[in-house]
């Protein structure tokens, strides 16, 4: 079971990125995915993670109408598009699978088995 986070990188407030992690070793229509993040010297934050089938999504408040996952399981990816992107988004993005969705709760990391190397992305000017 494997995942690899892709696609950060440097960006002006304002701009957009999009990131992927793709899967490996397991069928991602079985498997709850979520985005997580951390930045120098605060604790993870959960960022938005989707049901198996990509219906059902759920956002931290403060990403929500800016970032958007979805995810294309023929292609074993799911997607975080970041828009309007913040100083305060910048962290190491990191995405994580779970066998089970307990709907909101899927923005804790505890309910996570399996994580991906991380991405960074940086906003600046």
């Known amino acids: 079971v494997q995942l690899q986070a892709s696609g950060g990188g440097l960006e002006q407030p304002g701009g957009s990125l999009r990131l992927s992690c793709e899967v490996s070793?397991?069928?991602?229509?079985?498997?709850?995915i979520g985005w997580f993040r951390q930045a120098p010297g605060k604790e993870g934050e959960g960022v938005s993670c989707?049901?198996?089938?990509?219906?059902?999504?759920y956002y931290r408040d403060s990403v929500k109408g800016r970032f958007t996952i979805s995810r294309d399981n023929a292609k074993n990816t799911v997607y975080l598009q970041m828009n309007g992107l913040k100083p305060e988004d910048s962290a190491v993005y990191y995405c994580?699978?779970?066998?089970?969705?307990?709907?909101?709760?899927?923005?804790?990391?505890?309910?996570?088995?399996?994580w991906g190397q991380g991405t960074q992305v940086t906003v600046s000017s």
């Open positions: 994580g699978s779970a066998p089970s969705w307990y709907g909101n709760t899927c923005l804790k990391d505890v309910v996570y088995t399996n």
């Open positions: 070793g397991f069928r991602l229509d079985n498997y709850v």
């Open positions: 989707s049901d198996r089938s990509g219906r059902f999504t």
